[in-house]
């Protein structure tokens, strides 16, 4: 949410591009994705054990799933992207740009140390985007 | 030796529902624990802030029916500061949460709940001719033809030969709890996969009344969407029939898919009439056509079944502190003066206390605490919430649609008003109330277009928008029929500001563990007694805990590179 904003703050990108705040949302996001022509992602990465820095996934990089799970709350975004290919709807550029969290304590805002990351991350979205938009 | 099936959400980060069940030698289920493993906190997070801003906050809560808290957020600071809304804020109101029902109830049935009955794997081998047969002998729905049922099955092929089964690998497929031929499992993954293109239409009447999808807007004093049929920036005569045409193909669907395919998997599995539980059923009910305070007109009625007595239906008074309590014997949470005696909510403490074991770990100790849900009970009976008792209350009460579709549902089936008791009858339920609220949309938007045309623009009601107009002390309550039950907010408001804030969410009735008297929640109950086919591949508690349509705390979804499960199945 600190990227969207942050990189919405700072655009000067054409109206084509939408920015959306994903929430707690599952099923709702299906169809901001199933209708882009290309979408970036910015999300909390697991595993926690990873190195604390900005990751940047493309397109098959990012696993699909339909798990098994408890409730529809469990739907998170990798079984969005496994029911968008399914329905045949994927978009043709999809990234995930994202790093793992430092805190999952009860909290509003990032930790200082996801903080210093924000900026190489929205500098990086907003680089690919531009990519796009001159193709 | 008793064997014990544990059912587990993680990665543990984002925090579940938990089952414990106890296996005899039979394997049938001899006791069941439940346990929500995430704190939910929003309550401590609402202390200090501004209660018109409540809403906001609560909205987050859920991220699958990201409406109910907000609408039950601006109904407990409108009762507690006296504001009457207007009648197009109230029709609207009315009009999005129908809305919100009618959508969850499509996605909980095909997306989470269908595949506890639909074996996709048996799909594959069916005949496409048959299937459409099938398919034209109890719908008049289109999509029909062999050659769609025969492209559907190639593209399935497709993704179960990508490796492994693609993205279905995490299915228990040809369990012997499966019973569909493989024809009707073809029809059943199709209308799954029609189900979840169709229902993303549904919620844009929630984007054009609530200015944004996920997490529309809300107002205390009414709603923020301004009614002009002649300007562009207002909901006028185009956004209008955008709105009439998304009710009309949402109750089309409902009638050509979802009524029928209910009752065509229903058919295979009458004989499978487990997960009953407690037999007590409550209901705040909702849909106002007055004024909220006036309940008698609310046409899902307010009541309670105890014991399963369809004769009886019991006043509730959600407002009286002898009645909705919680305690916390069995949770994480401590009372200042004793954790066995029930708080009503106005009195409620939110204080966590961690005892359980450090994880990862085996066992809960079921004897002591063993959730982070609270245990909430209406005069100290455990009650079952939701579409199950919300439909038998209506029943009991004579509600003529209710009374038709619910006859009409049973005669199909062949069964009698005591199949209801049963998981089946819950899922059943919920089928029945989705076809009711796609009316309800209907009705909303007929009374909503009624009151337009007399002139009627008004949406906010300002009187009491500043809060020097507030009293220095008072309390609210509001509440709301969500799509999984009885959702309560209770706001205490001193000094313009929320001093103490409870809510009681749905599955904290349904999900609750043990009370102080040793009676256990309704999931507990309900998976008492259920067979076990494959205590390792455990359908069947997934199953029954599936159609209460679990909510626990969505909290921060993590994106997990590795595509990890994110439920496991331990015996121990």
Known sequence: MSAVNSLQESSTFPDTVHFIDGGTQGIYLLDFIESADAVIVFDALIPLNYDRRVYVYRNNELPDFIHRKMSSHQMGFSEMLGIAKLHGKMPKKIVMIGAPPKDLELNIGLSPELALLLPEAVEQARAIINTWLSE | ?572
């Open chain 2, 1 to 572: 030796m008793a064997k014990k099936i544990v059912v587990d959400p993680i990665p543990r980060i984002e925090g579940h529902l938990r089952i414990e069940a106890k296996l005899n030698d039979s394997n049938v289920i001899e006791d069941a624990y439940s346990s929500g493993t995430m704190w939910r906190g929003i309550e401590v997070i609402l202390k200090g802030r501004d209660p018109r801003d409540a809403w906001a906050f609560t909205e987050r809560i859920c991220g699958v029916c990201t409406t109910v808290h907000a609408l039950a957020s601006v109904r407990c600071v409108e009762d507690a500061l006296g504001i009457d809304i207007p009648v197009n804020a109230r029709i609207i109101r009315n009009l999005m949460n129908a809305t919100q029902v009618t959508q969850d109830h499509l996605v909980h049935f095909y997306h989470l709940h269908a595949l506890d009955w639909v074996d996709v794997v048996s799909a594959l081998k069916a005949d496409p001719k048959q299937a459409s047969v099938i398919a034209q002998s109890i719908s008049a729905w289109p999509k029909s033809s062999p050659g769609y049922f025969k492209d559907l099955q190639q593209r399935l092929v497709g993704f179960v030969e990508s490796g492994q089964l693609g993205i279905f690998s995490n299915g228990y497929w040809g369990h012997a709890a499966y019973k569909l031929p493989p024809e009707v499992n073809l029809i059943a993954v199709a209308h799954y996969l029609e189900a979840l293109d169709f229902q993303k239409e549904i919620v844009k009447i929630h984007t054009i009344f609530g200015g944004k999808n996920p997490h529309p807007n809300y107002l205390v004093g009414g709603m923020a969407c301004a009614i002009d049929p002649n300007k562009d920036t207002a909901i006028n005569i185009e956004r209008l029939s955008m709105i009439k045409k998304i009710i009309d193909d949402t109750n089309t669907f409902i009638d050509q898919v979802y009524i029928p395919d209910l009752i065509a998997i229903a058919g295979y599995y009458k004989g499978w009439l487990h997960g009953g539980g407690l037999g007590n059923y409550l209901s705040y009910g909702d849909f106002p056509e007055t004024s909220l305070a006036d309940f008698k007109t609310l046409l899902w009625p307010r009541g309670a079944i105890l014991n399963k007595d369809l004769k009886t239906v019991i006043d509730v008074d959600p407002r009286d502190a002898s009645q909705v309590t919680e305690e916390v014997s069995h949770s994480w949470y401590t009372y200042e003066k004793g954790d066995s005696k029930g708080l009503h909510p106005w009195q409620g403490e939110t204080t966590p206390k961690y005892t359980g074991p450090k994880p990862p770990f085996e066992h809960l100790d079921t004897d002591k605490k063993y959730s982070w849900l609270k245990t909430p009970r209406w005069k100290n009976h455990p009650m079952e919430v939701g579409p199950l008792a919300r439909v038998l209350i209506a029943y009991a009460k004579g509600d003529p649609m209710i009374k038709e579709t619910v006859g009409l549902v049973l005669s199909k089936l062949e069964v009698g008003p005591e199949a209801l008791f049963s998981t089946l009858g819950r899922t059943a339920a919920r089928g029945i109330e989705c076809k009711q609220t796609a009316g309800f949309m209907r009705h909303y938007y007929d009374q909503l277009v009624a009151n337009i045309k007399t002139g009627d623009y008004r949406t906010f009601n300002s009187d009491r928008w500043d809060p020097a107009t507030w009293p220095a002390e008072c309390k609210g309550f509001g509440y709301t029929e969500a799509p999984r039950g009885s959702l309560g907010h209770w706001i205490h408001i001193k000094d313009q500001k929320i001093k103490e804030y409870q809510i009681v969410v749905p599955s904290t009735w349904n999900a609750s563990p043990r009370d102080a008297n040793g009676n256990s929640g309704a999931y507990e109950a309900a998976l008492k007694g259920t067979p076990m086919i494959n205590p390792e591949q455990p359908l069947e508690i997934l199953r029954t805990v599936h159609s209460f349509d679990p909510c626990l705390a969505c909290a921060s979804h993590l994106f997990d590179m590795n595509g990890n499960e994110i439920t496991t199945v331990k015996i121990v």
